[in-house]
């Protein structure tokens, strides 16, 4: 917190307050009373926090067996969109975090889509998730999305595929990245991270990196 506390963001220490109160029966419980005996017996209130490690399991299970009722009964590809490590003190700007980190998400939806379209001529699906951390828990916005091995064709019919466009997806997703944070930032601010930005393209002469196996 000393050494980095103007880049955490504020729900993130909101979070680690929450989970270090977790089960602290100081900080609240629930009383239990026997209509029998009259024993009682007292409960400490969890945070229900995302990032604590108890509390966090049993909601992560059942927003996926929620989100796995609704998907299609089809093959699917874990795929992994990232971005040039120059680039991420440029989504920890205050007056731009929302924006920027909402749109990497959508703009990989984007993308995915888009080349399944031209590649394939079909309608594919994606359930998409945002990652502000990396492993180790440093700042590395990354979006996975789980995307389906078919799609719907022009006249209605489930057409299956076994092929992404990978060398395609990592070129258009360098590109929307960079249009994203010109387009989001001011004309000043813009001129300011010009140099990263041309550092993060001449540094991934093959795009940003796109994670896809099969």
């Not at 001011?186 to 041309?198: A, E, M, T, Y």
Request: aromatic residues 10%.
């Amino acid at each position: 917190m000393k050494n980095h506390g103007r880049r955490i963001r504020p729900v993130v220490k909101n979070e680690v307050a929450k989970f270090e109160s977790c089960g602290d029966i100081r900080k609240g419980y629930r009383l239990f009373v026997c209509e029998g005996c009259h024993s009682t017996k007292l409960i400490a209130l969890k945070c229900k926090g995302k990032f604590c490690p108890t509390c966090a399991v049993g909601e992560s299970q059942r927003w996926s067996d929620l989100v796995a009722h609704d998907m299609f009964a089809v093959n699917h590809r874990h795929v992994i969109f990232t971005i040039d490590e120059g680039l991420r003190e440029i989504f920890l700007m205050d007056k731009y975090r929302s924006v920027l980190l909402k749109g990497l998400m959508d703009e990989a939806a984007r993308v995915v889509l888009e080349a399944l379209g031209k590649n394939r001529k079909v309608q594919g699906g994606v359930v998409a998730a945002l990652h502000t951390f990396g492993s180790k828990l440093e700042f590395n916005p990354h979006v996975h999305m789980v995307v389906t091995m078919g799609g719907i064709t022009p006249d209605g019919q489930w057409k299956t595929y076994d092929y992404l466009p990978y060398k395609r997806l990592r070129v258009y997703w360098q590109n929307a990245v960079l249009k994203l944070i010109r387009r989001t930032l001011s004309p000043w601010d813009n001129k300011r991270v010009q140099p990263r930005l041309q550092r993060a393209y001449k540094a991934n002469a093959e795009g940003f990196y796109v994670n896809a196996p099969k």
